[in-house]
């Protein structure tokens, strides 16, 4: 019953399609440093994997502001509302997983 009306139920998540994942590299871009750095090892390490879900869950955190966006991904508060849904909750785990092995470049 906690479906939105807009959610993708997990038996209809297929694998994006290269055009799919071109635009959701755009619509991922922000303008916090710390923020970027999440999503680029989020998609660094996801990519291959990700589904209509995780696009969906990804979208809605997209909609947030800088501010609260990184407050979710350094964990200084949880999605409630409506973010509080099984895609954002995966998606977030994900961005979290990731950012917590950052890529050095030299």
């Known amino acids: 019953m906690g479906e939105t009306a807009n959610s993708v139920p997990p038996a209809a998540s297929p694998l994006l399609t290269e055009r799919e994942l071109s635009k959701l590299h755009w619509r991922c871009r922000r303008g916090l440093l ?3 750095l999440f ?3 989020f998609f660094a390490r996801f990519e291959p ?5 995780h696009a ?3 979208a809605v955190l997209m909609d947030l ?3 609260d966006l ?3 991904l350094l964990r200084r508060r949880e999605p409630q509302e409506a973010l509080d849904t099984p895609e954002v909750h995966e998606v977030l785990g994900m961005l ?3 950012g917590g ?5 030299a």
């Open 96 to 98: 979290r997983q990731s």
């Open 34 to 36: 710390e923020n970027d």
């Open 49 to 53: 994997e990700l589904n209509q879900r």
């Open 70 to 72: 990184l407050d979710l």
């Open 56 to 58: 969906y869950g990804l």
């Open 65 to 67: 502001a800088d501010n």
């Open 39 to 41: 999503i680029e090892q």
């Open 101 to 105: 092995t950052p890529v050095l470049q």
